[in-house]
């Protein structure tokens, strides 16, 4: 069974403070998606990695995907409160997509 | 484009009541995907479709579940009958072929049974 581990599940910081949340797996992943996920919204997609330690960049969001396709990681850069919101990483291999359990992020102003 | 459409946004019924939810996917798309958000078990894949035929349906919970996707525009989601530990948000996405991982989701169905 594929999983994806996130950390941390929850995150509370002030306006400002740089972050990195961790999305891990044993299992190797043809792609990688974060997605961002806002309350009564469905998910919305940030980014999609494919390529072993490929690094992307959303403004004040970077986004890498490990070496082997097993882990990704998202540093947000002087987060700020529209930030907010529940990140979510997946892997998808064949068509489906494996979602993390996701990781609550609060930014104080 | 309108998006993923969902409806209802918001359901409220009782115990071993019929629940349809539905979903209109964002045209062209021909992947068609229903997940289930609960706080404990985050977002679950329940079933997907490919141009209207069900490819896989391992995550549906049980017998109670069924979704059918009768043209390449609509799609339901049928919970019969429901019970408490059925209320959740469900979500429907779609995409496209070959970018079939890159999934555009609907704002879902926030579903509570009494």
């Known amino acids: 069974t594929q999983l994806l581990e996130q950390s941390p599940q929850f995150l509370s910081i002030q306006e400002g403070e740089n972050l990195t949340v961790y999305c891990n797996s044993s299992?190797?992943?043809?792609?990688l998606q974060w997605y961002r996920q806002e309350p009564g919204e469905g998910p919305v997609l940030l980014v999609t990695?494919?390529?072993?330690?490929e690094v992307k960049k959303l403004k004040r969001l970077t986004f890498q995907f490990g070496d082997a396709r097993k882990d990704s990681s998202l540093h947000i850069t002087a987060a700020q409160p529209g930030d907010t919101g529940l990140y979510l990483c997946?892997?998808?291999?064949?068509?489906?997509?494996?979602f993390g359990q996701g990781t609550t992020l609060q930014v104080k102003p | 484009d309108a998006g993923v459409i969902q409806s209802p946004r918001h359901e409220v019924t009782e115990m071993g009541q019929e629940v349809t939810l539905r979903c209109k996917p964002i045209?062209?798309?021909?992947?068609l995907f229903w997940y289930r958000q609960t706080m404990m078990r985050g977002l679950e894949l329940l079933i997907y479709?490919?141009?209207?035929?069900?490819?896989?349906d391992s995550g549906m919970p049980e017998d109670r579940f069924s979704a059918k996707m009768p043209n390449a525009s609509f799609s339901t989601l049928k919970i019969q009958p429901s019970e408490p530990r059925d209320s959740a948000v469900y979500f429907c996405?779609?995409?496209?072929?070959?970018?079939?991982?890159?999934?555009?989701f609907g704002a879902g169905t926030r579903l509570s049974v009494l």
């Open positions: 996405a779609s995409s496209l072929a070959p970018a079939k991982n890159i999934q555009y």
């Open positions: 299992s190797v992943f043809s792609s």
């Open positions: 990695v494919v390529t072993g330690g």
């Open positions: 997946a892997g998808g291999n064949t068509g489906k997509l494996i």
């Open positions: 045209s062209g798309h021909d992947y």
């Open positions: 479709f490919n141009n209207n035929v069900p490819i896989d």
